[in-house]
């Protein structure tokens, strides 16, 4: 068995040698470093257990299972959810309840009590933070979901560690070698430079590139938060160690790793350190590390850039990077039309997302843990006469409900008056009206709520991609203000949309007569749907359709003998689109020719079968 396990780890190495070496020592140019960053893969692959051998066995079978039209995910919070990993675990019945195999437990491992920006200041790669259980509870677990079927995601914080991490710690002492695995500077002139090019990050809550380190009395650079210090990957001990503990991850049972902040983590003077070609490489050589140990591992890449940023994190057929990457702008650009009720920027944007291979997966999201950042194609918007900083206040006014017209309840964030900029935060709910209309006690307004909220699931449902919801989203959870009384998180508006999760209105999930019921029943319903036709595959042509009305947003997609018509209403009125062929309302099962009505608010998927 030993023979054999040896065998394949060569053979496999074998595969990727020439490239791993040449693109390693094009960094480096240390052949120890290399010489050291092999024998690190053959340690990490013979920790790999026999279990998760045969789960890369089985899904490199099939190298594309991940591109299933009955792949859903969910992201949450293990301590929200459901208290620690264990809970998680007790609580599977109700993920597979909702239809979800796709799991994305958001950051825990170990990270200093306080502010810790959520579980991405880590202090140490290879242990669970012990609120949330131990190294072994997340094996377990993740052996449990493979069981019933879920696939685990987990993020890997990989640009910064926290300053309380253990080289942190040394290089406060003032050891250089550990000093050097950071970006330390003697005093303010090299980072002076610097910020001639770098932007900001969080401009209001956290100004500035670098910090100062008391202890050891130099400049350190901290692009994010003043405790979290940026790694210095120009040293190929950062790398090695870095990608050991990503590896180490993958052997507790993660099927997929979400590369945090990748567009970050390499730093030249004189550039944005955005994007630089060394970070390709660096993802590159990362592919290569988990195609030797880990096969059936995947890689998402957290890029929120504008779209020409996005793709290239794909990397080439003949040399991919990521596996899959997030829609972001697809996702700023759908809040955007809540707001505008115009659709002619999202059929810009999709227009450009139909037109890429269909091999390029990207996760779909209505809302996440994060801020919605107004990353949008003003060039586009400019021949409408619509410039950036207004049209931001306007996007922003209107999701906040300043204004008569709008039901929205978000709160702003990192507000800059100076640039007229800030981000928007809130959960899919209230943002869609349904807090506001519950508080009013007005049924028609809730009514008309519900419908928008589940007419952007159906929108998210009908992109080909991973969709993800957001733990909560399925019920309507709406917005948590007890932030505002934890001083530890009162400056950070993220947490309006990282509430408890509410058990005891999960339990309405049945009603369908409750706001937690349509909700739930519908978006199940859609999912099987979904599940059910061979036109939502990844592989199906996608194309936007015109409707003649800038209100109604047109989806087509064809494949194997199924075409859909989606139509989404996003203005305050009824609306019609006009339908050459039959089709069959896979909802109501009405059949439709000519004039299909929409109400406000409202949606349709429409089927049409031809002969084969």
């Avoid at 996760?363 to 919605?372: E, F, G, K």
Wanted: proline share 4%.
């Amino acid at each position: 068995m030993m023979k054999e396990k040896e065998n394949v780890f060569e053979t496999r190495l074998e595969a990727c040698q020439d490239e791993m070496r040449w693109l390693f020592m094009e960094l480096y140019d240390d052949g120890h470093a290399y010489d050291y960053f092999v024998r690190m893969l053959q340690k990490q692959y013979e920790k790999r257990n026999d279990d998760l051998r045969k789960w890369d066995e089985m899904k490199c079978r099939d190298a594309s299972w991940y591109k299933s039209n009955r792949l859903v995910g969910m992201m949450l919070y293990v301590d929200l959810f459901a208290g620690d990993l264990p809970g998680v675990m007790e609580h599977l019945d109700y993920l597979k309840e909702c239809g979800v195999n796709y799991l994305h437990i958001m950051p825990i491992l170990k990270s200093p009590e306080g502010k810790n920006d959520g579980g991405y200041a880590v202090a140490d790669f290879t242990q669970v933070d012990p609120k949330f259980g131990t190294m072994e509870d997340l094996a377990a677990l993740a052996k449990a979901c493979h069981e019933v079927g879920i696939v685990v995601c987990l993020d890997f914080v990989m640009n910064h560690t926290s300053d309380q991490h253990p080289w942190a710690v040394e290089a406060r002492k003032g050891n250089r070698e550990y000093q050097d695995r950071y970006f330390f500077y003697d005093n303010w002139d090299i980072p002076w430079e610097f910020d001639r090019t770098v932007p900001q990050v969080f401009p209001t809550t956290a100004p500035g590139n670098f910090s100062w380190c008391e202890e050891a009395g130099k400049v350190v650079m901290t692009s994010f938060y003043p405790y979290q210090w940026d790694l210095n990957y120009a040293n190929p001990t950062v790398f090695n160690d870095m990608t050991e503990n990503l590896l180490n991850l993958c052997n507790q049972g993660m099927d997929v790793i979400r590369l945090d902040a990748v567009p970050y983590i390499w730093k030249q003077l004189g550039t944005n350190c955005r994007n630089l070609p060394q970070v390709h490489t660096l993802v590159r050589l990362m592919r290569l590390a988990t195609e030797v140990v880990c096969p059936g591992t995947l890689l998402l890449g957290e890029v929120v850039m504008e779209p020409d940023k996005v793709v290239p994190y794909f990397g080439s057929v003949e040399k991919p990077e990521c596996h899959m990457l997030y829609n972001v702008t697809t996702m700023a650009t759908t809040w955007h039309t809540v707001a505008t009720r115009d659709v002619r920027l999202m059929e810009h944007q999709l227009g450009t997302v139909f037109a890429l291979p269909h091999q390029f997966t990207f996760l779909n999201y209505l809302r996440c843990h994060d801020d919605i950042g107004w990353g949008l194609d003003y060039d586009y918007l400019g021949q409408f006469g619509i410039s950036q900083v207004p049209h931001k206040k306007y996007l922003n006014d209107y999701l906040t409900g300043q204004g008569w017209e709008s039901a929205s309840r978000g709160e702003l964030y990192n507000n800059d008056p100076l640039l007229g900029d800030a981000r928007l935060c809130g959960t899919t709910a209230s943002l869609c009206g349904i807090e506001a209309a519950e508080y009013e006690g007005d049924q028609s307004k809730l009514e008309w709520a519900i419908r928008r909220d589940i007419m952007l699931h159906a929108f998210l449902l009908t992109q080909s991609g991973i969709p993800v919801l957001y733990s909560g989203d399925e019920i309507g959870q709406k917005n948590d203000y007890s932030y505002h009384d934890d001083p530890l998180k009162a400056d950070d508006s993220r947490y309006i949309h990282r509430g408890a999760f509410p058990w005891d209105e999960a339990a309405l999930r049945s009603d369908p007569l409750s706001r937690q019921g349509r909700i739930f029943q519908t978006i199940r319903r859609l999912l099987n749907l979904r599940a059910e036709h061979h036109v939502f595959d990844f592989d199906a042509d996608t194309w936007v359709v015109d409707t003649g009305n800038d209100n109604v947003l047109g989806i087509g997609r064809y494949y194997r003998g199924e075409k859909l018509i989606a139509l989404f209403n996003f203005g305050d009125a009824h609306a019609a689109a006009w339908l050459e062929e039959p089709y069959t309302d896979l909802l109501t099962g009405e059949e439709v020719q000519g004039t299909a009505w929409l109400e406000s608010a409202g949606f349709r998927w429409l089927l049409h079968k031809y002969e084969e």
